[in-house]
């Protein structure tokens, strides 16, 4: 049917998986592309505070923070092909802007605009896959997805270093912005309206159907309810509240560790800027392998469960593979730190990062896809106001991280976060399991289905 994109070809559901893959990509490289190349940056644009510096790079987060807030529920208004694509552009524009700033003020400012343009994808993209997928398929496309926030900080530092080497910092942000200016185009070619409501209404519109059928209520009046949306969930939905705190968790602890980077290869392992960004590599290979995992083990264990469960879906079928992942983060989080500070060979580090970010990638992924099935016409403002917090962790988290590791240095200090994931982040997977249901069962709008 028209109405509803699940029924569209295959094919034509996995090429826009991919485009919309592809702007979740860009924005989070563009966050962290421009880490290694701080120090040059701060010192052609005057600024002198550490602390200046450090938010020039983290600043982009604050938007990624607040854009979904209001991005969600419009997309959820007009629909999502002309929310991303809009927004994308708006990103494009103001990175390039970023490239030509003159002064800090300029920068920061650039940034935070083109962060909110940057956010539509974070806030829009998991709403198209539960458009696209049934919950049986999702763990696939969620799995592909998924991997734009977490491959971002990996792919933008190894780039960004060789960058900052053989040309200028300024080519951080142009080259970034071609390859969203690819992306654009592609999206005009593939990227299609899946918002069921819109298309029921715009085929409402071509049938000739009353204003009144087409239009139920005002646009306006529309905007207005959606846009309370995020908000309200996140103040009286307990279970948004509690994936939003995990998520922050996970998010802080990545963006605290990420910041330790550049000051461990370069001052510790003596790495050229260049050869210490390939480092992220073991980042990135964590998060490409945990999520081809979870994208298989996710969806057959869904089925599995279902089947037990009298052929009924419930979203907690999504929380077993976290039983194990998030035991990986502490013991990623103590191989690194200790590795570190015995100055061992440089890929012990490395092996401590790759079971850091396995874990992370699998914990991400479920409960995304958890608060997708929970919330599925409401996807976007569920996504959205989970990522509230989560956004805050890794703008406000790294800025005190210097002060950290200078007190407790790499061991203890990435102890303190081991020991912290241990408390928070490896009971919480059975708390979703046992008590997920009944948080959900509080709310009209995520109802066991």
């Known amino acids: 049917m028209l109405t509803n994109p699940r029924t569209w070809p295959r094919r034509r559901k996995w090429n826009m998986t991919l485009v919309v893959a592809s702007f979740t990509l860009i924005p989070p490289i563009s966050s962290s592309m421009v880490a290694p190349a701080l120090s040059t940056m701060a ?9 200046e510096s450090q938010l020039t790079l983290t600043i982009f987060m604050l938007s990624f923070a607040i854009g979904p807030l209001f991005i969600a529920p419009i ?25 030509l700033a003159r002064n800090k003020v300029e920068m920061i400012c650039f940034r935070v605009l083109a962060g909110i343009g940057g956010s539509a994808p974070m806030a829009v993209g998991g709403a198209v896959i539960s458009d696209l997928w049934d919950p049986e398929d999702r763990g696939k496309a969620v799995g592909i997805y998924s991997l734009g926030p977490l491959l971002g900080p990996v792919i933008g530092p190894v780039a960004g270093g060789f960058i900052a080497e053989r040309t200028t910092w300024r080519w951080v942000f142009y080259a970034t912005s071609i390859v969203s200016g690819i992306s654009e185009a592609l999206g005009f070619l593939f990227l299609r309206e899946t918002y069921a409501p819109v298309l029921a209404r715009r085929h ?7 204003a009144a059928a087409a239009h139920p209520e005002p646009l306006s009046k529309r905007l207005q309810q959606a846009l309370r949306r995020p908000f309200y969930f996140l103040v009286t939905q307990p279970i948004i509240l509690v994936v939003s705190i995990y998520l922050a968790y996970i998010f ?4 605290l560790l990420i910041s330790t980077f550049p000051n461990v290869w370069t001052k510790i392992y003596g790495e050229s800027i260049g050869i210490g960004g390939l480092n992220y590599l073991s980042l990135g290979i964590g998060c490409i392998i945990g999520a081809q995992i979870n994208a298989r083990v996710n969806d057959a264990l ?33 191989w690194y730190g200790w ?18 970010a396995l874990g992370t990638i699998i914990c991400m992924q479920c409960m995304q896809i958890y608060v997708i099935d929970s919330y599925t016409v409401n ?28 007190a407790l240095e790499y061991g203890w200090g990435n102890s303190v976060l081991g020991f912290a994931s241990i408390a928070i982040g490896v009971p919480a997977p059975f708390m979703f399991w046992v008590y997920g249901k009944r948080l ?4 009209k709008f995520a109802a066991s289905k």
């Open 43 to 51: 010192s052609d644009l005057k600024i002198t505070s550490s602390v």
């Open 75 to 99: 997309s959820e208004t007009i629909g999502r092909a002309p929310v991303l694509l809009v927004c994308n552009m708006i990103y494009l524009l103001w990175n390039l802007g970023c490239g």
């Open 204 to 210: 409402c519109e071509k049938a000739d159907m009353s």
């Open 252 to 255: 802080g602890v990545m963006y």
């Open 302 to 334: 869904y089925r599995r469960l279902k089947k037990r469960n009298n052929n009924k879906a419930e979203p907690e079928f999504r929380v077993p593979p976290m039983f194990v992942s998030s035991a990986c983060i502490p013991i990623g989080l103590f």
């Open 339 to 356: 590795s570190v500070q015995a100055r061992v060979h440089w890929i012990m580090p490395n092996i401590g990062i790759f079971i850091f």
């Open 379 to 406: 996807a976007a403002s569920g996504l959205a106001a989970t990522g509230l917090l989560r956004s805050l962790a890794a703008f406000g988290i790294p800025l005190f991280a210097p002060a950290m590791y200078d």
């Open 440 to 443: 959900r069962e509080t709310s």
